[in-house]
């Protein structure tokens, strides 16, 4: 009888470190940030986005998994860490944003959404996914801080936590990814590409800026 009450009480722990890690991790991923811009506007451009989302959902897992076993604490203590993370991200996403202003005010925007241009954009689409997930602090502070922070309560369960944090990751950036073509026939008019470019650029812009404000 104890040995069954042990057990289920230990089932129930384990669903409920698994639960709070998925829900914690969705909770963060889902506010509009570069990384997610990005990943709407391949899914809708149907380009390379199975490479695309899984680039981003393998290192938002690696980096849970750093923050659950303590390295985001030891990442806080090394300044040097925390500047290049910083004006590396800045740089990138200042660089990033001009581009979608150049792309949405002087270009011809009759962009196919056919996914023809798939291979010819896969290394170029790939070092993108990198440097909007590595270089972006945003994703080290939601990932290794704070959910390696919440973790901790879990004790002998944060990894089923972090497993959790991970899956939600996967669901979260392959849906993003893959019902963004839904919206291909609005953007089969250049005007409504201007308009996507016009707001990622507006995106990118104000994270840059966000990450040098919040820095004093």
């Known amino acids: 009888m104890s040995l069954n009450l042990s057990q289920t009480l230990a089932k129930r722990i384990n669903l409920q470190a ?3 890690g ?3 991790s969705l909770s963060l991923i889902l506010a509009i940030g570069a990384q997610n811009a990005f990943v709407l506007k391949q899914g809708i451009k149907r380009e390379n986005i199975f490479i695309i989302c899984l680039i981003c959902a393998i290192s938002d897992a690696l980096l849970i998994f750093a923050g659950v076993f303590g390295l985001g604490s030891l990442v806080q203590n090394f300044s040097i860490i925390k500047q290049i993370a910083l ?10 944003a001009l581009k979608s202003f150049h792309t949405c005010f002087f270009k011809d925007l009759s962009m196919d959404t056919s996914g023809e241009n798939v291979k010819s954009n896969l290394k170029k689409n790939i070092l993108l996914t990198l440097a909007f997930t590595w270089l972006n602090p945003h994703v080290y502070l939601d990932t290794m801080i ?6 901790t309560k879990f004790k002998d369960e944060n990894l089923i936590f972090g497993v959790g944090a991970s899956l939600a990751s996967f669901c979260f950036f392959f849906s993003l990814g893959y019902l ?4 291909a026939p609005i ?6 590409w201007k308009i996507l470019e ?8 104000s994270l840059a800026f966000m990450l040098i404000f919040a820095s004093f």
């Open 198 to 205: 016009f707001f990622v650029g507006l995106i990118m812009l």
């Open 180 to 183: 963004a073509r839904f919206l």
């Open 187 to 192: 953007f089969a008019r250049p005007i409504s």
């Open 87 to 96: 004006y590396g991200g800045f740089l990138f996403l200042l660089f990033y």
């Open 146 to 151: 704070l959910i390696g922070s919440v973790s």
């Open 18 to 20: 698994f639960i709070s």
């Open 22 to 24: 998925f829900f914690t």
